[in-house]
């Protein structure tokens, strides 16, 4: 059975960082697509930063320059590093896996930007 399970998120100033990090266990044929969501009280899910198994690499236009999305394929890990946090990415982000016509997601880790 693959799970996914989130860790790294907490409580940041404004202007600090965060690095949130999945780990997939379970077996995986194919990775086609890895991804972190994120979901603020009263607003829809959204996409944050993907990165596909090819490498190409997407981010949502708020968070261009300030976080950066990598994998780990030995570890079977996907990392988001969050540089220069403001109160706005304050949400509940969740980690995303596509391996064809299933996908898994983690639980939620909650990030709380505020002074």
């Known amino acids: 059975q693959v799970q996914l399970v989130e860790s790294g998120g907490g409580l940041v100033q404004p202007g600090g960082s965060l690095t949130l990090s999945c780990a997939v266990s379970g077996s995986i044929i194919n990775i086609y697509y890895m991804g972190w969501y994120r979901q603020a009280p009263g607003k829809e899910r959204e996409l944050v930063a993907s990165?596909?198994?090819?490498?190409?690499?997407n981010y949502a236009d708020s968070v261009k320059g300030r976080f950066a999305i990598s994998r780990d394929n030995s570890k079977n890990t996907v990392h988001l590093q969050m540089n220069s946090l403001k109160p706005e990415d304050t949400a509940v982000y969740y980690c995303?896996?596509?391996?064809?016509?299933?996908?898994?997601w983690g639980q939620g880790a909650q990030v709380t930007v505020s002074s």
């Open positions: 995303r896996l596509n391996s064809g016509s299933i996908d898994y």
């Open positions: 990165i596909t198994g090819g490498r190409s690499i």
